[in-house]
């Protein structure tokens, strides 16, 4: 069965700390979907980035970056000069065809990011 | 384009009622999968639908159902309430629910159950 490790729980930096969100996942298909999300306190999980397994490209989105390594099943997240704003909970989310062959989505447990002023 | 919407954003009930949450997926969306989220268990898949038809269920007793309506509004219940469903319950949308697309959530309902 597909799994989804974050090992950390929660994370705490000073503002302009570089932070580094570790995702480590296990899947037996060859084809699959990362994706990470960000929850804000109001609850509401707002989509980040999705990731295809034949694309292992970095990627990067202003202060967002992304590693994506196959060969140790990890595709961390990390962000640069962080700011308060982006105090929030993280999932890490792999996507799976479930029985009738559609879409579920497994997540990790999350981590906690609190960046202090 | 607006985005998911569920209501109501908050609900308290007592153990034994039942409840019932809505979700209206983003314009054009017909796949529309429901997850439970709470402290213990993390974020769980419930079910999912797609053309009124449930094609996805999660580990969940029979106690909570779901429908789709044909213009892919979705509810779901949760019949005999416990303590433990005190969770926050997401809706998310997609084109057509392929392992490929991208899911996206609504603000959830907080239910807690007394």
């Known amino acids: 069965a597909q799994k989804v490790t974050q090992a950390q729980t929660e994370i705490s930096v000073v503002e302009k700390e570089d932070v580094t969100l570790d995702c480590v996942y296990e899947t037996r298909d060859t084809t699959y979907y990362l994706f990470w999300y960000k929850q804000p306190p109001s609850g509401e999980l707002v989509f980040l980035i999705r990731r295809n397994s034949f694309d292992e490209q970095n990627e990067i989105s202003g202060r967002y970056s992304w590693n994506f390594q196959k060969s140790t099943s990890s595709f961390n997240f990390t962000i640069t000069a962080s700011q308060v704003v982006d105090s929030a909970v993280y999932f890490c989310?792999?996507?799976?065809?479930?029985?009738?062959?559609?879409?579920?989505?497994?997540f990790g447990t999350g981590t906690r990011l609190l960046v202090s002023p | 384009k607006a985005g998911v919407t569920q209501t109501p954003r908050y609900l308290i009930k007592t153990r034994g009622q039942q409840v019932t949450l809505s979700c209206s997926p983003i314009?054009?969306?017909?796949?529309v999968s429901w997850y439970q989220q709470t402290p213990g268990q993390g974020l769980q898949f419930l079910f999912e639908?797609?053309?009124?038809?449930?094609?996805n269920k999660g580990n969940f007793p029979g106690r909570f159902s779901g429908r789709q309506f044909s213009n892919s509004r979705s509810e779901m219940n949760v019949s005999t309430l416990e303590l433990g469903d005190s969770a926050l319950y997401l809706c998310?949308?997609?084109?057509?629910?392929?392992?490929?697309?991208?899911?996206?959530f609504g603000p959830g309902t907080r239910l807690l159950v007394l």
């Open positions: 639908y797609f053309s009124e038809t449930q094609r």
């Open positions: 314009s054009g969306h017909r796949s």
């Open positions: 998310a949308s997609s084109l057509v629910g392929s392992v490929q697309e991208t899911q996206y």
């Open positions: 989310a792999l996507s799976e065809a479930g029985i009738a062959g559609f879409q579920k989505l497994v």
